[in-house]
């Protein structure tokens, strides 16, 4: 399915308040269309009105000239043939009187009592008498109430335009919000149900514009270019309808509008879509260069590579301006130009074919036609201009929608709801074969059994497998051949959501989310007490920090921990773990980065804390896991050799040799 369809499915959720909206918005467009209608009236009827012939009555007449009573043409209806023929005529600014009506209509000249009246080669004269202000007013005093009448009625029209235009806009941008906020919604679950690999290849802050700078750019889709088009084109059609009910002949020609419209549309797409997959692409590529920056701030301060960084960062920001650069030309080559010239050329048709008439090229039409047809022309570009403005964030919408739908089509873990009853801690790997990268395997033939409340520890150099053992226990990752074992069941027959439901895990470095000390140990889950914490926490020796704290428990952490220590993260972090009360422990080189005397804290509490539960450690001090049950030495993803730490001193072999190089390393530093 296109991004377009996609995007309009998600517009469909919401369908009965854009429909509502819509046909608000159609009754305001024709209550608004409706003023050169009634412009052309009052200009037809009650201002050009006066020229129409005035038949003399006896009585009952609306206007008094010369000592006799006068009843416009039109609005003499009792059948009796009228007396004297009176026509009104406007040259310039002077009102004259005829006594006879023209025979035709053309241009009028005035010299003296003589008006003469030209058309092409014909020609008329007609002796006539120059009226006072007075008389003229008269004549004009009769369609005051007329024109007050429909001056009234337009203005209603207008507040109950302005009424209907506000709801129109509210639900519509209402709609809009609802509809992005639903996407995010979506585009955040996706992202929590990807794979840990997919982190692996894409940096975050890539993954951060999509989730926040694409589906703002989707967002004005809805709230701005949505609103716009449907505005547009339901004004387009009223527009057109009003047209051919003035003047078919030039609505028809005018209709030329459309494919022009179309064509230009697909053109600018054509050519739009190639600047903006880039600028989009710079974007995310920005975002990811200043997130990692920013992380990396340290660093780069310590080794003094703040111009190098500059410089990188300066290259993704001249492409992102000189791609911007180009679309911002494409959008004044083909915007408010190109609708300028075609306004242009309209006027100048319309000038002549109704100009023309003068010299007889053109058809005659009332001066409230011409009025009205101009006031609609004006109209009808009006939304042509707000059309071809919007295609630039039309466009820009759409590569949005194609980054955030290519996100939500990659391949996840639906979060499932169900659970399985609370493990014993029986782990068995049996000859389990991983590869992160295909046939690259990181782990061979990997076969070990840890039983309920054994310690297993795993030692071994850098990349010898340690942490992808727990990748492939916790289902970070899946393995390609053999078979992990919880209580007897297959880990691949469990959701990934209820097996680590009952694990929990401790990494080298901790990380602390912003919010507070509780919420960190606790995770905002309802199931926690506030006891709970306080008694995690003093298990694991932080009783001391949490007293010394001003707020205790309720104190204000940083992102990522910042304000606290690195031994006082892994404290709370280790509070974490064993809050949630898991039968099995994994300790990712958790004291790696704790000073000797808060590791022999954590120590004495683990020893605690492991008490009926399956615990595996993965080992940087080999000191930390004399007492495990089981010590795993690996090499190159492969079982070394295995056996308590004694069995292992007892053999002589790799895990006898680090371990003496370590005690050798701290009495020297010591």
Do not use: C
Request: aromatic share 10%.
């Amino acid at each position: 399915m296109t991004p377009t369809k996609r995007l309009i499915r998600y517009a469909l959720a919401f369908k009965r308040p854009i429909l509502f909206a819509l046909f608000l918005l159609t009754i305001a467009a024709a209550a608004e269309l409706t003023g050169p209608f009634i412009a052309k009236h009052m200009i037809d009827n009650h201002i050009m009105g006066i020229e129409r012939p005035w038949y003399e009555v006896n009585e009952g007449g609306e206007v008094s000239y010369d000592n006799r009573e006068y009843i416009r043409s039109d609005r003499h209806g009792d059948g009796t043939d009228p007396g004297s023929v009176l026509q009104v005529l406007q040259v310039g600014l002077t009102y004259v009187a005829a006594d006879e009506p023209l025979a035709f209509e053309g241009e009028r000249n005035l010299e003296g009592n003589v008006l003469t009246v030209t058309r092409g080669d014909e020609s008329a004269q007609y002796t006539v008498a120059r009226l006072t202000a007075e008389e003229v007013y008269s004549f004009f005093r009769p369609e005051v109430k007329y024109l007050l009448m429909l001056m009234g009625g337009y203005f209603l029209l207008v507040l109950i335009a302005a009424f209907l235009h506000y709801h129109q806009s509210f639900l519509l941008q209402r709609s809009a919000n609802q509809i992005i906020q639903k996407m995010r919604t979506d585009v955040f679950n996706k992202v929590q149900q990807l794979p840990i690999k997919y982190f692996d290849r894409h940096p975050a802050g890539k993954i951060v514009s999509r989730v926040t700078n694409d589906t703002e750019a989707i967002r004005e889709l809805y709230v701005r270019v949505l609103a716009t088009f449907f505005t547009s084109i339901i004004y387009l059609t009223g527009i057109y309808i009003a047209l051919f009910l003035l003047e078919p002949r030039l609505a028809t020609v005018a209709l030329v509008l459309l494919p022009i419209l179309v064509i230009w549309a697909m053109l600018y797409r054509k050519v739009a879509s190639k600047y903006n997959h880039v600028i989009r692409e710079r974007v995310s590529d920005i975002n990811g260069k200043i997130n990692e920056n920013i992380q990396g701030m340290p660093v780069i301060q310590a080794f003094g590579r703040e111009k190098e960084v500059s410089d990188e960062f300066e290259k993704l920001n001249h492409e992102h301006f000189s791609y911007n650069n180009k679309l911002l030309s494409l959008n004044a080559l083909t915007s408010f130009n190109l609708v300028n010239l075609f306004r242009n050329i309209a006027f100048v048709g319309l000038i002549w074919y109704f100009g023309g008439a003068s010299v007889g090229v053109g058809a005659v039409f009332s001066l409230g036609v011409l009025y009205a047809f101009v006031d609609y022309l004006n109209r009808l570009f009006e939304p042509v201009n707000n059309l071809v403005n919007q295609l630039a964030q039309l466009e820009e919408a759409r590569v949005a929608g194609e980054r955030v739908f290519e996100l939500m089509d990659e391949e996840g873990t639906a979060l499932s709801k169900g659970s399985v009853p609370r493990f014993k801690g029986d782990i068995k790997f049996n000859h389990v074969f991983f590869a992160y990268e295909e046939d690259e395997y990181v782990l061979k033939d990997i076969s070990f059994s840890a039983r309920q409340g054994e310690t297993v520890a795993f030692v071994g150099h850098t990349g010898s497998g340690k942490s992808s053992i727990m990748n492939v226990l916790f289902r970070f990752y899946d393995h390609q051949k053999g078979s992990v074992t919880v209580d007897g069941t297959d880990i691949h027959t469990i959701s990934k959501q209820a097996l680590r439901e009952h694990m929990a895990i401790v990494l080298q470095d901790p990380f602390l989310f912003t919010g507070t000390i509780a919420s960190n140990v606790g995770l905002n889950d309802p199931g926690i007490s506030r006891g709970a914490i306080l008694d995690a926490l003093h298990k694991v020796g932080a009783k001391e920090m949490i007293d010394d704290l001003p707020n205790g428990i309720d104190e204000e952490v940083k992102e990522k921990g910042s304000t606290l220590s690195s031994g006082q993260r892994q404290l709370i972090s280790f509070a974490r773990a064993l809050v949630f009360n898991p039968p099995i422990l994994i300790l990712d080189e958790a004291t790696a980065n704790i000073d000797t005397e808060t590791e022999a804290v954590i120590q004495q509490a683990l020893d605690v804390v492991k008490e009926g539960r399956t615990t595996f450690v993965i080992a940087h001090r080999l000191s930390t896991i004399r007492k495990a049950d089981q010590i795993l030495v690996l090499n190159k993803g492969e079982i070394s050799e295995q056996g308590s730490h004694d069995e292992l001193m007892t053999m002589g072999g790799i895990y006898h040799h680090m371990y003496q190089l370590q005690q050798g390393i701290e009495k020297t530093a010591g």
